[in-house]
């Protein structure tokens, strides 16, 4: 399994429009972060992970993309904003969409151009697909939901494998962790050193890291309040690193 890092920032990202702190002036690539999605290759198929604002600037930047089918793990606009921009993998048939009701009925109201009975030519189609905690499958890969709490708000992560991806996190259940124990790379939310409403900051998620003990983490929805990259790398636990955008790893 290969795991392509198309963006690891929040939902302002990194720079944030009219900040000169250090991280967002910064002229290391690692301190210019994307909204959080990332491209699962697994068994010979792409899954894109949730499709944010920036898709297009994403995506333009991997060599021959293939996207199979995307899972969404909640409906926030940093999440999903870029789907008009999936056009191009909708050209031969509709694209698998696996989300949760609740995000099914956003997108629908959100492009709902997208789901007329009398479409206007060219427009991205969708093949929609409501997801519970049940595990479900996609083309003989097994995809196990994970539930979250992004403050009062049920989201979804997902355990592919020896992987798991979770964001915007701020609490997490002991089922889910359950869920998650024996895994070999945790992805995994943690927006700045300082606590947050409805994220995790970086004390937090590191008490989660500590309760699964992965073999490796990785850190994604960074704000500039995590610090420079070079930096705050250095306060950070054996076996857990910062993700940047375009970083590749192998599980």
């Not at 900040?19 to 290759?41: F, G, I, M, Q």
């Not at 959100?110 to 969708?126: A, D, K, N």
């Not at 309040?225 to 054996?238: F, R, W």
């Amino acid at each position: 399994m290969k795991i392509l890092f198309l963006g690891t920032g929040t939902s302002t990202g990194v720079p944030q429009i009219g900040c000169h702190c250090r991280v967002c002036t910064s002229s290391d690539p690692r301190d210019k972060r994307y909204r959080a999605s990332a491209l699962v290759e697994v068994d010979g198929k792409h899954l894109l992970i949730d499709c944010g604002p920036d898709f297009r600037s994403q995506i333009l930047n991997v060599e021959n993309p293939q996207i199979d089918a995307v899972l969404v793990t909640h409906s926030h606009y940093d999440h999903v904003g870029g789907f008009d921009d999936l056009r191009p993998f909708c050209a031969i048939h509709k694209l698998p969409v696996y989300a949760r009701a609740d995000v099914l009925t956003d997108l629908r109201n959100r492009i709902p151009y997208c789901f007329r009975e009398h479409l206007y030519p060219g427009v991205p189609t969708f093949e929609l697909h409501e997801i519970t905690d049940e595990p479900f499958n996609f083309e003989g890969i097994e995809i196990l939901p994970l539930s979250v709490w992004h403050y009062k708000l049920p989201i979804v992560g997902f355990r592919i494998g020896k992987m798991a991806y979770i964001t915007d996190a701020k609490t997490i259940d002991d089922a889910t962790i359950e869920r998650i124990e024996g895994i070999d790379t945790l992805i995994i939310n943690s927006l700045r050193l300082e606590p947050h409403m409805s994220h995790m900051s970086l004390s937090e998620t590191l008490a989660v890291i500590e309760r699964v003990k992965p073999r490796r983490a990785l850190l994604i929805h960074m704000s500039h309040q995590m610090g420079l990259h070079s930096e705050a790398s250095k306060i950070l636990p054996a076996g857990v690193e910062l993700a940047y955008d375009g970083m590749e790893i192998t599980v």
